[in-house]
């Protein structure tokens, strides 16, 4: 599903792949499901930089598996392993009959996820969140969550303003 819901708002991204190798989800001994593809994004509104942060998606979103997907259905033969997996979330590119292909969010993509994580804003307090989202108001890691979300969230308010915010709002709720 392609959408133009950021830009005609004057919001627009820059990534960078960042190999899973050297992301925050590097796990050792991984198994294939552990890997995801990253970046580190930056978005800007009328081109000022308003947040940076990382952004992944898990091997769902390798292209490989989907390209793969399509080829087996036109009738040829292409099978998508572990190893094109990895290959994908180590380099950010997949092989397509054109070559090598990058593989990168799309702004509204980024922007759907981060207005999500700004929804706490919208709570009193760590306790209203966590009851509303199912964590636990004990938890510690539930708090730096909250926390993280509520950074994020602040940083979207004061750099697009709440007008905005409330439109993205509105636009992402059947994304």
């Known amino acids: ?18 190999p899973w190798s050297q992301s925050r989800n590097k796990k050792d001994n991984p198994k294939v499901r552990d ?8 978005i800007l509104y009328n081109d000022r930089e308003i947040l940076t942060t990382d952004y992944m998606a898990g091997i769902g979103h390798c292209k490989t598996r989907l390209v793969n997907k399509r ?21 950010g590119k997949y092989y397509t009959s054109l070559g ?5 969010p799309t702004v509204d993509d980024v922007m759907y996820c981060l207005v999500l994580d700004a929804g706490v804003i919208d709570h009193s307090c760590f306790e209203d969140w966590a009851n509303d989202y199912g ?3 004990d ?3 539930a708090e ?3 926390r993280e979300c ?4 602040l940083k979207l308010r004061n750099g697009i303003g709440d007008k905005t915010l409330a439109v993205l709002q509105e636009a992402f709720q059947d994304y």
């Open 100 to 104: 090598l292909i990058a593989n990168t």
């Open 150 to 153: 509520l950074a994020i969230g």
């Open 35 to 42: 890997y995801s593809l990253n970046w580190k994004v930056t």
């Open 1 to 18: 599903m392609k959408t133009n819901i950021c830009q005609p708002l004057g919001i627009t991204m820059k990534s960078v792949f960042v």
């Open 144 to 146: 730096k969550v909250y």
């Open 139 to 141: 938890s510690r890691s």
């Open 71 to 91: 080829m087996a259905y036109s009738g040829g033969y292409c099978i998508a392993d572990a190893d094109a997996i990895i290959k994908e979330c180590e380099t």
């Open 135 to 137: 964590y636990d108001t």
